[in-house]
């Protein structure tokens, strides 16, 4: 069934789990994701970005989103990730399509960013819509920053309240040093938790991790197997990730793994059957490695069996 997320965070952060929160561009990876939270019980979110958007289509994508998640017997929210273009934004909400948006301004600075977010807000609520913002920024892995400059972008938390309480937002991504992509970390995962704890305690709404794909080495030797060129990469460790929730992240934000899991089963099925020149044979193989990987992270995150 397709529902706004509202319900499902406040009872994550409410019970110390997390609900993950799963970037689609395709037909199978919607499938996946949607048989995976069947499979284990588990409230889902999908999520669209510009970037999917822009290679499907709003109409498009959304349609193949709500085809599969309105008769699924768990709740599933469709959420519009990372909407740095007001307009886009706005698109989505008078769309009727999405059950939530998210609206990034956290590259303004505060003042601009609360009346961005503030005014998204108004606008989403009166469409009876749920809203995520941003405060602080989470860079992606091509910007190359110093630690000085990267915790430049950190939430503050001495700006939180204010942030929440003048901009009405339902949830709040924070930044405490994950980053975007494949290539998080060059040595070691920093993630500052004094600073979310902070943070939690200012809120007073459900916390965001964004930049949160683990990259898993298995999964990445596979990929290499298979031809592809990924020197150094990491990402998040699942007991960086158990850490976080249990210091306050309600929602997780899951894309470069899904990518990677994808991409990596259908170089092993063509490596493996170069015969195969029916897509339904290496899509269904990729779209199976996505449901299994979507499944365990349901479970690391502690969602498995909460469906209402």
């Known amino acids: 069934m397709l529902v706004s997320p509202q319900s499902m965070l406040h009872a994550a952060a409410q019970n110390g789990y997390a609900i993950g929160a799963f970037n689609v561009n395709n037909l199978e990876v919607i499938q ?4 995976a939270a069947m499979a284990e019980r588990a409230p889902v979110i999908l999520q669209t970005s510009q970037g999917a958007l822009d290679y499907a289509g709003m109409e498009t994508l959304t349609a193949m989103v709500r085809a599969e998640a309105e008769p699924a017997n768990v709740p599933i929210a469709l959420h ?14 008078h769309s009727g399509r999405y059950t939530s948006v998210m609206v990034d301004a956290s590259l303004k600075p505060f003042q601009e960013n609360i009346a961005i977010t503030r005014g998204i807000v108004a606008r989403a609520h009166a469409c009876g819509m749920w809203v995520e913002a941003e405060l602080g ?5 091509e910007d190359n920053l110093t630690v000085a400059e990267r915790e430049a972008f950190f939430t503050d938390p001495s700006l939180v309240r204010e942030f929440v309480s003048k901009t009405g ?8 040093g994950t980053r975007h992509g494949m290539y ?28 949160a794909s683990a990259v898993p080495a298995d999964l990445v030797a596979k990929a290499k197997k298979y031809g592809a060129v990924m020197q150094g990469a990491r990402g998040v460790s699942d007991a960086q990730l158990t850490k976080a929730i249990a210091h306050g992240i309600s929602k997780v934000n899951i894309d470069s793994d899904l990518r990677l899991c994808f991409t990596a089963a259908v170089d092993e099925h063509m490596t493996d059957h170069p015969e195969d020149i029916d897509p339904r044979k290496y899509l269904g193989a990729a779209r199976f490695a ?19």
């Open 80 to 93: 519009l990730d990372h909407g740095t273009n007001v307009s886009l934004v706005e698109q989505a909400i």
């Open 169 to 176: 937002c339902d949830a709040l991504a924070v930044s405490i």
């Open 290 to 308: 996505v449901e299994t990987f979507v499944r365990q992270k349901i479970r690391l995150l502690g969602s498995g069996g909460k469906a209402a």
């Open 184 to 211: 998080k970390f060059s040595d070691r995962v920093a993630l500052d938790f004094s600073r979310l704890a902070a943070i939690r305690q200012a809120a007073g709404v459900p916390l965001v991790l964004h930049g």
């Open 32 to 35: 996946a994701v949607v048989r």
């Open 137 to 141: 920024h989470i860079p992606g892995t």
